[in-house]
């Protein structure tokens, strides 16, 4: 019903093209009859939908967990050493070259911990994490020792964690 206060729900681009979906996204979204029907009848037909999921949808393997975990334990060092880089590293007189290189490391550090996230999903789980998770490793951890103590020598390996990196995207859509 339109004129129930909810237009602007009907008049939106995205949700027309909800209401486009195949049957059972739209009645999982809308309900059956696609219009307002309340809120506890929507909650309830809601509920329904997502208890009617396949199970094997929701069965991730025991090794594919692991690159939660693995998310979750980068997750934690991207922000401890985001907190560094905001509290220590940026106050102190280094060449914003330097600063720089720290920044693109933490920020690449968050990106890929999130990608690990959407890794279990993926058709090779394994294949697919272990290249970001190298990837974030070699590529990130090069940055910020460069940006950490100057030094050149090591800098000669962050393009091989970048192509891991690319590598490890690449294997996702496999």
Request: charge should be positive.
């Amino acid at each position: 019903m339109v004129g129930d206060g909810y237009s602007w729900l009907w008049n939106n681009p995205v949700t027309r093209e909800v209401a486009r979906c195949p049957k059972r996204f739209g009645d999982l979204v809308w309900g059956s009859n696609h219009h307002w029907s309340g809120g506890h009848q929507v909650a309830k037909q809601v509920s329904e939908k997502v208890s009617e999921v396949p199970v094997n949808m929701l069965n991730i393997p025991s090794y594919a967990r692991w690159f939660v975990r693995l998310a979750g334990i980068s997750g934690a060092s991207a922000v401890a050493l985001g907190a560094y880089g905001a509290h220590v590293f940026y106050r102190r007189d280094y060449p914003e070259e330097l600063k720089q290189v720290y920044e693109t490391a933490n920020r690449y550090h968050f990106l890929h911990t999130l990608a690990l996230l959407g890794v279990p999903l993926c058709r090779r789980p394994k294949l697919a994490g272990t290249l970001i998770f190298t990837g974030t490793a070699i590529f990130c951890g090069t940055c910020y020792f460069y940006a950490l103590t100057g030094s050149k020598n090591i800098r000669q390996y962050t393009p091989y964690g970048g192509m891991l990196l690319i590598a490890g995207w690449l294997a996702m859509v496999l």
